[in-house]
């Protein structure tokens, strides 16, 4: 199986930035090496798709982060990144990386393996 970790959260405020890492290990040649969804979680709430890598190489945003929010990747480092700008205290959050991603009725769906979650705080 593949194993994520997921890092680079932190403490910012309002209007800064950080860039989240996710780090993809044990896959085999079949596999992606690099996780191509990012989901963010509030306590109490579900996990919701903030980046999506389909299969076709199409990438889905939701309104809420277009715009502020990129994922991309560096293949060689088995990594994936989301750089976040222009962050707001609605942005805090535990942020996760998954390994696929699949946008179904305009809702972002992850599966396979799953990051430990980083947190995410933005102070006002």
């Known amino acids: 199986d593949v194993q994520l970790q997921a890092s680079g959260g932190g403490l910012v405020q309002t209007g800064g930035s950080l860039r989240l890492s996710c780090v993809a290990s044990?896959?085999?040649?079949?596999?992606?090496?690099?996780?191509r969804g990012w989901f963010r979680q509030t306590p109490g709430k579900d996990r919701v798709g903030v980046a999506c890598?389909?299969?076709?190489?199409?990438?889905f945003y939701p309104d809420s982060v277009k715009g502020r929010f990129t994922i991309s990747s560096d293949s060689a480092k088995n990594t994936s990144y989301l750089q976040m700008h222009s962050l707001k205290p609605e942005d805090t959050a535990a942020y996760y990386c998954?390994?696929?991603?699949?946008?179904?009725?305009?809702?972002?769906?992850?599966?396979?393996?799953w990051g430990q979650g980083t947190q995410v705080t933005v102070s006002s």
């Open positions: 998954a390994l696929e991603c699949l946008v179904v009725a305009n809702v972002p769906l992850g599966f396979g393996s």
């Open positions: 890598i389909q299969s076709d190489g199409t990438i």
């Open positions: 044990g896959f085999t040649a079949d596999e992606y090496n690099y996780a």
